[in-house]
């Protein structure tokens, strides 16, 4: 008998991973980083949105608000960036989108993908697109 429960504990036990990160922590190199590496197609929550500063939350929730009907999102502006990073790779969010001062100017942002922790630029307005693309789904 193979079930949901089984199907659904094979599908974590695949994706949990720990690795190597650079540390968020003064003074501390890297640090271990606990990651769901869930496909994106399988991913609960495809993107998160995240302020650089809470100056930046109107400006970052405006984008949540666009982001939200064609994906599954978070918002987070609470602590830190990089444990904001860490908190999205544990539970497998594939990309984390940055607003920061520089959008303001710009209107472009950072996008980070959950594997390689590479991080590139990119216009607001092009951001469903890179999401469909790379997401392979919408909501």
């Known amino acids: 008998n193979f079930g949901v429960q089984r199907t659904l504990l094979a599908a974590l036990i695949s994706a949990y991973d720990e690795d190597e990160a650079p540390s968020v922590k003064e ?9 769901l590496r869930f496909s994106p197609r399988l991913a609960p929550v495809k ?13 970052a929730k405006e984008l949540f608000n ?4 064609h994906f ?3 918002y987070d502006e609470s602590g830190a960036i990089g444990r904001r990073y860490r908190r999205q790779d544990e539970i497998g969010t594939p990309f984390c989108v940055t ?7 710009d209107s472009a942002v950072t996008i980070r993908d959950r594997d390689s922790m590479k991080q ?11 999401l469909q693309t790379y997401c392979h789904c919408e909501k």
Request: hydrophobic share 35%; no cysteine.
């Open 27 to 35: 003074g501390v190199e890297s640090e271990k980083r606990t990651v």
């Open 47 to 59: 993107v998160a949105i995240l302020p650089l500063s809470k100056k930046l939350s109107d400006s």
């Open 66 to 69: 666009e982001v939200k009907p």
């Open 72 to 74: 599954s999102a978070e």
């Open 99 to 105: 607003v920061d001062f520089q959008t303001l100017e």
């Open 120 to 130: 590139e630029r990119i216009g607001k307005s092009e951001l469903i697109s890179y």
